[in-house]
């Protein structure tokens, strides 16, 4: 998605609430832009779970933590575009794992039971 389409889609709207709070969201902006940038180099129209893993995982020798933080970026970008952009996926809370042998949390029978 082209940057400037972004930027025309959120004229208009109340301004990011945390911002609004004094919270300077630094590296989260930059990490946004650069994701932007890899979807037009990508030509996407929108925001897919496929390239949203792509450009998170992209520096392969990188830690987990960092690959989790890149792809909460986008989750949370792609959840607000989803609202105005049906087509757009958002990427699923914990999708990539940010600790060496984690696996996402699923619900035991036992756990199930005990509710």
Do not use: H
């Amino acid at each position: 998605m082209p940057r400037e389409q972004a930027t025309k889609r959120g004229r208009g709207l109340p301004a990011d609430p945390r911002r609004a709070l004094g919270y300077k969201l630094y590296s989260q902006a930059t990490l946004l832009l650069a994701f932007v940038a890899y979807l037009e180099q990508a030509q996407a129209v929108t925001v897919t779970i496929e390239l949203a893993v792509a450009w998170a995982t992209d520096p392969a020798g990188a830690d987990l933590v960092w690959w989790a933080k890149r792809v909460s970026v986008v989750r949370q970008f792609a959840g607000y575009l989803n609202t105005i952009d049906p087509e757009c996926e958002v990427p699923p809370a914990r999708l990539l794992p940010y600790r060496a042998g984690e696996r996402p949390r699923t619900r035991t029978r036992t756990a199930r039971s005990r509710r």
